[in-house]
């Protein structure tokens, strides 16, 4: 009986199965050389082409042996090198014949390429079985970003004589934006992926606060009006843009940190928040410059944020398009540009200073 070992992406042993069958490599084995009756070896057992074909010194069992997963290099050499196991999805694996093995296996690994893919957050172990049994809620809160981020976009850029600051879509800010984005960031944490949780639930406070902004009942802007009759007025003060432009511009440094952490994610999330940091300074220095009295050059800054804000949801409704046909395992997938294998993991680094110290 031998013993087989199924390794994860980062080498590490997650299953192992018994088998009675044996992978011979050495030619010298008795079932190829020339049959003996007089040693009690049977005639029919002749060496034939298949034998030659099935035993021949390069074969690679899809599973490693216990001597190969004994040393760091072999099960290294095994994972770059060998046949795809049943019960791994590589970088090489399309999406959807990855996700009808993720439908159809009790126990599987999946490549760190294909996660962020589907979560929009590097591997992780955490989720244990929640991922097969619930939905993936990354596609529901980024639709709560986008049907929100859109309108406002073209809103700010005052295409067919739209305005007024996106208070024509306050509604979506609370009921889609902040509501959905909030709701799948809150089952992200419970699959354990963090990053998505945090971002998730961040922007859906941003949506839920520009709403009570706006919202005549929460009196944010009233208490700048110059006419007590018309709280209106004081969407135009200097003071409340002056103010307002701040909680603007630590959104920026938000969306900056998120920049630099989804370097570990892929190309389309980078766009994304590349483009809502653009948004967010380029935006906070209009409000500014309305705060001083320029108007002029406010009005073009706050084109230009709106341009930003539009480039960052058409890369947000492209990946949210790749994730609903993975979801529906279309046969055409569209990439997302991933680049979590060009920055080494921490963990990763630590492994190797302990495994090889200096």
Same mark, same amino acid.
């Given at each position: 009986?031998?013993?087989?070992?199924?390794?994860?992406?980062?080498?590490?042993?997650?299953g192992q199965m018994d088998t009675y069958l044996a992978f011979h490599r050495d030619r010298d084995h008795p079932r190829l050389k020339t049959p003996d009756p !007089?040693?009690?070896?049977?005639?029919?057992?002749?060496?034939?082409?298949?034998?030659?074909?099935?035993?021949?010194?390069?074969? %690679?069992?899809?599973?490693?042996?216990? $001597?190969?997963?004994?040393?760091?290099?072999?099960?290294?050499?095994?994972?770059?090198?060998?046949?795809?196991?049943p019960?791994?999805?590589?970088?090489?694996?399309?999406?959807?014949?990855?996700? %009808?093995?993720?439908?159809?296996?009790?126990?599987?690994?999946?490549?760190? !390429?294909?996660? !962020?893919?589907?979560?929009?957050?590097?591997?992780?172990?955490?989720?244990?079985?929640?991922?097969q049994t619930f939905g993936n809620p990354t596609p529901l809160a980024l639709l709560g970003f986008l049907l929100s981020l859109s309108p406002l976009s073209c809103e700010l850029m005052g295409w067919r004589g739209a305005g007024g600051d996106g208070i024509a879509t306050v509604g979506a800010y609370y009921f889609i934006g902040g509501f959905l984005m909030s709701l799948g960031g809150i089952l992200e944490f419970f699959l354990g992926n963090t990053f998505s949780f945090v971002v998730f639930c961040s922007f859906g406070g941003f949506w839920f606060t520009l709403g009570a902004t706006l919202t005549p009942a929460f009196n944010a802007y009233g208490e700048y009006a110059t006419d007590p009759n018309n709280i209106a007025t004081g969407l135009t003060s200097r003071q409340f843009h002056a103010s307002f432009g701040f909680f603007l511009l630590f959104m920026g440094l938000l969306s900056f940190i998120y920049l630099i952490c989804a370097l570990r994610t892929n190309l389309v999330f980078?766009?994304?928040?590349?483009?809502?940091?653009?948004?967010?300074?380029?935006?906070?220095?209009?409000?500014? $410059?309305?705060? $001083?009295?320029?108007?002029?050059? #406010?009005?073009?800054?706050?084109?230009?944020?709106?341009?930003?804000?539009?480039?960052?949801?058409? #890369?947000g409704w492209w990946i949210f398009f790749a994730q609903m046909l993975a979801s529906v395992d279309f046969p055409i997938q569209i990439p997302v540009g991933d680049i979590s294998h060009l920055i080494t993991p921490m963990s990763e680094r630590t492994k190797r200073q302990e495994k090889y110290p200096a």
């Open positions: 009986m031998s013993t087989f070992y199924l390794c994860s992406q980062n080498h590490s042993i997650v !007089e040693k009690g070896f049977h005639p029919a057992r002749l060496r034939t082409p298949d034998h030659e074909k099935s035993f021949a010194p390069n074969f %690679n069992p899809t599973f490693p042996s216990v $001597q190969n997963v004994s040393e760091e290099t072999n099960r290294r050499d095994y994972l770059n090198n060998s046949p795809t196991s019960y791994h999805l590589g970088r090489d694996i399309p999406s959807d014949e990855a996700l %009808n093995k993720i439908r159809t296996a009790n126990s599987i690994t999946i490549s760190p !390429e294909l996660f !962020e893919k589907i979560y929009l957050n590097p591997a992780n172990n955490g989720g244990g079985t929640l991922r980078v766009a994304i928040f590349l483009g809502l940091l653009l948004t967010f300074v380029v935006l906070t220095g209009a409000y500014w $410059q309305i705060a $001083q009295g320029n108007q002029a050059f #406010a009005q073009k800054l706050q084109v230009a944020a709106g341009a930003f804000g539009f480039m960052a949801t058409m #890369a």
